[in-house]
């Protein structure tokens, strides 16, 4: 069965927003590749690329359902997860070889990102804790 052409163009945006993740992805994968302070520039951009996206995806989701302080309360458990991880990671590298150390921060942060995301956007630790959804 033939296929139809598609009538529909991708945006502009959407196209140079494709291009500059799969760049963002390609390099921070060879960056990893490298050892020392160039993994840890990489380490470092994801995570100010990750706390800008969900910042600007928070603030667009606070405004339309008026949820600020479940917003604040993200990005307190995103910055006390970022701090817990940097602490265990420098204990760990007494322990563990590389990049053990660097891969428990990584799930660190990602546990505080889920956490904070549970707070931010409903359910059951919401209702909890802010008595709203």
Do not use: C
Request: hydrophobic share 55%; net charge positive.
């Amino acid at each position: 069965m033939p296929q139809q052409p598609s009538n529909i163009k991708p945006s502009l945006g959407l196209v140079v927003q494709t291009i500059f993740v799969l760049a963002a992805v390609i390099a921070f994968s060879t960056a990893f590749l490298f050892g020392g302070q160039i993994r840890s520039l990489a380490l470092a951009a994801v995570g100010v690329l990750l706390l800008v996206g969900f910042l600007v995806v928070g603030y667009r989701h606070a405004r339309r359902r008026k949820s600020l302080h479940q917003h604040v309360a993200f990005l307190a458990v995103w910055f006390g997860g970022v701090a817990l991880a940097s602490l265990l990671a420098r204990v760990a590298s007494s322990h563990f070889p590389e990049p053990g150390p660097d891969l428990i921060a990584v799930g660190v942060i990602l546990g505080a990102l889920w956490l904070g995301s549970r707070l931010a956007y409903g359910g059951e630790l919401t209702k909890a804790l802010f008595g709203s959804d």
